[in-house]
């Protein structure tokens, strides 16, 4: 069974910093793109930042220079470090998996859209106060 299971979100104000985290198992993450979306409500879900087999990331303009994501391939979990949050960064936050690419150099956009990704968490929201 392909999981994936976010944890980490809350409550912040802006200015601070947090870390998510998503725990993902019955697949080889190893080989697949890992990749963060955000998405409020009525709104379209926004890639964020991905990252391949060979540990390359790529990041939405809108996040560049204060989100992180990383990996840890023996805990089989994938990372999102936010920093500097600001209000607009209030969402609920998404990990998924593209288990048929393996490097982001396949994909047209810089930070692949969702429909390339065939398996999702069901999100951690996160908050940011003024």
């Given at each position: 069974?392909?999981?994936?299971?976010?944890?980490?979100?809350?409550?912040?104000?802006?200015?601070?910093?947090?870390?998510?985290?998503?725990?993902?198992?019955?697949?080889?993450?190893?080989?697949?793109?890992?990749?963060?979306?955000?998405?409020?409500?009525?709104?379209?879900?926004?890639?964020?930042?991905?990252?391949?087999?060979?540990?390359?990331?790529?990041?939405?303009?809108?996040?560049?220079?204060?989100?992180?994501?990383?990996?840890?391939?023996?805990?089989?979990?994938?990372?999102?470090?936010?920093?500097?949050?600001?209000?607009?960064?209030?969402?609920?936050?998404y990990c998924a998996a593209d288990r048929i690419r393996a490097l982001l150099k396949y994909y047209s956009d810089p930070?692949?859209?969702?429909?390339?990704?065939?398996?999702?968490?069901?999100?951690?929201?996160?908050?940011?106060?003024?």
């Open positions: 069974l392909v999981q994936l299971e976010e944890s980490g979100g809350g409550a912040v104000q802006a200015g601070g910093s947090l870390i998510l985290s998503c725990q993902t198992s019955g697949f080889e993450d190893v080989g697949a793109v890992m990749a963060w979306f955000r998405q409020i409500p009525g709104g379209r879900r926004q890639g964020l930042a991905a990252i391949d087999r060979d540990g390359a990331t790529s990041y939405a303009d809108s996040v560049k220079g204060r989100f992180t994501i990383s990996k840890d391939r023996a805990k089989n979990t994938l990372y999102l470090r936010m920093d500097n949050l600001k209000v607009e960064d209030t969402a609920m936050y930070v692949p859209d969702k429909i390339n990704f065939d398996a999702w968490g069901r999100g951690t929201q996160v908050t940011v106060s003024s």
